[in-house]
Nanobody, 121 residues
Framework: QVQLVESGGGLVQPGGSLRLSCAAS????????MGWFRQAPGKEREFVAR?????????LYADSVKGRFIISRDNTKKTVYLQMNTLKPEDTAVYYC?????????????WGQGTQVTVSS
């Protein structure tokens, strides 16, 4: 069974930066596209970013984070990262990662516990 463990969240002031990590145990990490998602209080989980499988040469971002967030992956470490810059209060949420399939970003593995990101002065 694949387990996903997110880390790197915290409290940051508006305009600040954070780097999230998602480590996968088990499974064939490099065979899947990986995505980051987030869920704010009272809202549904939403797509943030996706990186293509293996080489990770293709990235896709939600409009709300385009130009501010960067997704990357290290297959040797079975880890996907999310560099978040110029953070805004509306970025506050629990962030999750998962392997994804298809244009609908269908999640493949059980969700991890996520990592809390709070943007506040």
């Amino acid at each position: 069974q694949v387990q996903l463990v997110e880390s790197g969240g915290g409290l940051v002031q508006p305009g600040g930066s954070l780097r999230l990590s998602c480590a996968a145990s088990g499974g064939t990490f490099s065979s899947y596209a990986m995505g980051w998602f987030r869920q704010a209080p009272g809202k549904e989980r939403e797509f943030v970013a996706r990186i293509s499988w293996w080489s990770g040469t293709s990235q896709l971002y939600a409009d709300s984070v385009k130009g501010r967030f960067i997704i990357s992956r290290d297959n040797t470490k079975k880890t996907v990262y999310l560099q978040m810059n110029t953070l805004k209060p509306e970025d506050t949420a629990v962030y999750y990662c998962n392997a994804v399939s298809g244009a609908t970003m269908t999640s493949i593995y059980p969700w991890g516990q996520g990592t809390q990101v709070t943007v506040s002065s």
